[in-house]
């Protein structure tokens, strides 16, 4: 009955792609549109809570022992009592024509460096979808590293997170924000949870995705303000 409804979820799963991609051709939305889409998606994304912390005892993380701050850790990006955080526009600072190029100058070629890094895990595709193969998932690829994006704030005027909200289920979104803000909460549930058929490779992408959108919209924050600075 399990490899039932995985499989049927993988088939539901491909069906929407398909149907965004013939969709992408007559949606005209207007600017307005894709951004109540964004913001919609930005406001859910703060209320997306790694559901079973309360149940899961979480045990203190190996890691904690070479922490000088114990209370370090991810800051909810809505201050208290703010439900509308700050959106970044990506076209006013991106990585590609800012960020690049600024952090060379501090640092040279490390822009190359963490450039080759964002491209090889965003380009990195073995063509499959589980069981299937001569898959194009650039699709889903992107919604999940425009997701932790939209998390962050940034948001892409040219891309429609509508998308997202077609293609990363629930259990995979409460994966995503407990990977990117809480690592040290992740369980095996939680693994296991989200994309029964794929394989562990395609899971493991699924964590390189993650982690390399993280680093890339903190170094957009950080090079943005050293920018404001200079300036």
């Known amino acids: 009955h399990h490899v039932n409804k995985s499989s049927s979820e993988l088939e539901a799963l491909m069906e929407r ?14 600017e307005e549109e894709m951004f109540t889409r964004f913001e919609k998606e930005k406001k859910e994304s703060l209320l997306v809570v790694s559901a079973g912390f309360a149940e899961e005892v979480v045990p203190p ?13 991810y800051q909810d990006f809505a201050r208290h009592g703010e439900d509308n955080p700050p959106t970044f526009k ?17 640092y040279s070629d490390i822009g190359h460096l963490l ?21 194009d998932t650039s699709m889903l690829r992107r919604a999940l590293f ?33 990977v990117t803000c809480y690592p040290e909460r992740t369980t095996r549930r939680m693994y296991e949870n989200y994309w029964h058929q794929f394989r562990h ?18 170094l957009l924050y950080a090079l943005r303000a050293i920018t404001h600075y200079m300036t």
């Open 61 to 73: 993380s190996p890691v904690a022992r070479f922490v000088d701050d114990p209370s370090f850790g």
């Open 17 to 30: 792609m398909k149907r965004l991609l013939e969709e992408r051709e007559d949606d005209d939305a207007s």
């Open 146 to 178: 425009n997701y932790v994006h939209c998390m962050y704030g940034i948001r892409y005027d040219d891309y429609d997170y509508g998308e997202v909200n077609q293609l990363l289920e629930c259990s995979l979104k409460v994966y995503i924000k407990t």
């Open 201 to 218: 490779s395609e899971k493991v992408h699924v964590n390189l995705l993650l982690m390399e959108a993280r680093m890339q919209a903190e």
């Open 115 to 135: 450039d080759d890094k964002f491209r090889t895990a965003c380009d990195l595709t073995y063509y499959n979808m589980a069981s299937h193969e001569g898959v």
């Open 90 to 106: 990506a076209q006013d600072y991106t990585w590609e024509d800012h960020g690049f190029s600024l952090v060379n100058r501090l």
